[in-house]
């Protein structure tokens, strides 16, 4: 486990491969991105992020909520009570905050995806989601057989890192 480290101006960094950090700005226009989609309420953001930019992006709720708020009280963002849930939307000058979807890529498309930092997420991702598939199933030989291929793709890996 890697202990958080500050760095530079107050952000948090995770040790190697860490979650992307973003700059508040940015925070704000994906906020606004998002709701310019669909009302949702902050829990909801940060999960659509995370899907959105492969675990990439996870803003957290320190940084979704304030955000919420201060866009709440510049009335570029309305909210309302539904299902016992915050549900924020935009309005009418919340939208006219919203980037133009040609102009601009939305905040979480401004990545790396041919890097093979993003490539290796992705991967990983992708192998978690088929391993809980069949961490779920009740087949013993799959499960056995699902060990073995993780204890070799484990040892392979750091057999990476001991290469000179």
């Excluded at 549900?87 to 979480?108: F, I, K, M, N, Y």
């Excluded at 990545?111 to 930092?117: N, Q």
């Amino acid at each position: 486990m890697h202990r958080q480290r500050r760095r530079g101006r107050g952000r948090v960094h995770h040790g190697r491969g860490g979650r992307h950090r973003v700059r508040r700005g940015d925070v704000r226009s994906a906020i606004l991105a998002l709701l310019d989609d669909r009302p949702m309420h902050g829990y909801e953001m940060i999960q659509e992020l995370d899907e959105r930019t492969g675990g990439r992006w996870k803003p957290s709720a320190g940084s979704i909520y304030p955000t919420l708020q201060l866009l709440e009280d510049e009335g570029l963002v309305s909210a309302e009570e539904v299902d016992g849930k915050r549900v924020h939307s935009l309005t009418d000058a919340g939208r006219e905050q919203v980037p133009d979807r040609t102009d601009a890529r939305r905040p979480w498309e401004e990545a790396d995806d041919d890097s093979p930092r993003f490539e290796i997420r992705r991967e990983l991702f992708r192998t978690m989601a088929a391993a809980k598939q069949i961490a779920r199933a009740d087949d013993e030989k799959h499960l056995t057989k699902a060990a073995g291929i993780l204890k070799d793709t484990r040892r392979r890996l750091y057999g990476i890192l001991a290469e000179e």
